[in-house]
C-alpha cells in the first residue's frame, strides 16, 4: 500500500495540537506500513467487490448502509478501512460481528476490501444539522483541530475516516466510547480529543458532522 505523509497544521494556539496529531499519525501509518506491505496497485477491486458481499448485511451494498448502527463504508480512504479491518482481525478492536470476520481476512484481503469500499462513491448525508449547531459544530471542529486529521472537509484521509456524513447516531456513540475509553485506538489521539468534549459537545459534534457534504 503506497503511503502519504499529508499534514494540515493549524495556525496559532492550535498549530501545536495539530502538529502533535501529525506526530501520532506518522506512528500509525509506520505501524500499518508493517502489517500491510502490499501496494495500492496490487489491490484487486473486483475480487474485493466479491469478498464485500458478505459486508452488506449490515453496510450495506456498495458499503451505503441504510442503518445508523453501521458505518458507511462507501468513498472511505482506503487505508482506513484496511487499518480498521486489521485492528479487528488483531483483536486491537472487538465487536460481536466484526471481530470473528476480520478474524479470517489475509492482507490481501484487507487490501482488496479496501480498494473496492474506497472507489464506491459515498451517499450525500441523509439529514441536515439543526441551525443553532451549524456555527457550534463548525467552532467545535476548529477548537480541537479536527481538520489536522481528517482533512480540511473532513472527508478523511491516509488512516482518518471520512467523518462528513456519517451517522449521527454513529458519530455519537464512537465519540462517547473514545472518551470513556472503550474505543481502541491506535494511537490514542482520538482519545485525547474527546477527554475535553462534554455530552452537549458530542450532541452537537454528531448533528453538525453527520450533515456535512460527502464530497
Known amino acids: 500500500m503506497t503511503l502519504r505523509l499529508q499534514f494540515h497544521p493549524q495556525a496559532g494556539k492550535r498549530k501545536t495540537a495539530a502538529g502533535a496529531r501529525a506526530l501520532a499519525a506518522v506512528f500509525a501509518v509506520a505501524f500499518f506500513a508493517v502489517a500491510a506491505p502490499r501496494t495500492a496497485a496490487a489491490a484487486d477491486i473486483k475480487a474485493g467487490e466479491q469478498k464485500a458481499q458478505v459486508c452488506a448485511a449490515c453496510h450495506g451494498p456498495g458499503g451505503k448502509s441504510a442503518n445508523p448502527m453501521y458505518p458507511i463504508l462507501a468513498g472511505q480512504p482506503a487505508q482506513f478501512i484496511a487499518t480498521a479491518l486489521f485492528e ?128
Open 88 to 215: 479487528f482481525r488483531e483483536g486491537k478492536r472487538k465487536n460481536e460481528q466484526m471481530s470473528p470476520l476480520a478474524a479470517k481476512l489475509t492482507n490481501a484481503d484487507l487490501n482488496d476490501l479496501a480498494a473496492y469500499f474506497s472507489a464506491q462513491p459515498a451517499p450525500p448525508p441523509l439529514r441536515q444539522t439543526s441551525a443553532p449547531n451549524l456555527t457550534a459544530g463548525r467552532d467545535l471542529t476548529v477548537k480541537n483541530a479536527c481538520i489536522a486529521c481528517h482533512g480540511a472537509k473532513l472527508l478523511g484521509q491516509q488512516q482518518m475516516p471520512r467523518i462528513a456524513g456519517q451517522f449521527q447516531d454513529y458519530l455519537r456513540t464512537q465519540l462517547t466510547n473514545f472518551k470513556a475509553g472503550t474505543r481502541a485506538d491506535m494511537d490514542g489521539t482520538m482519545s485525547s480529543a474527546a477527554q475535553g468534549l462534554s455530552p452537549q459537545d458530542i450532541d452537537v459534534l454528531a448533528d453538525y458532522l453527520s450533515g456535512l457534504p460527502t464530497q
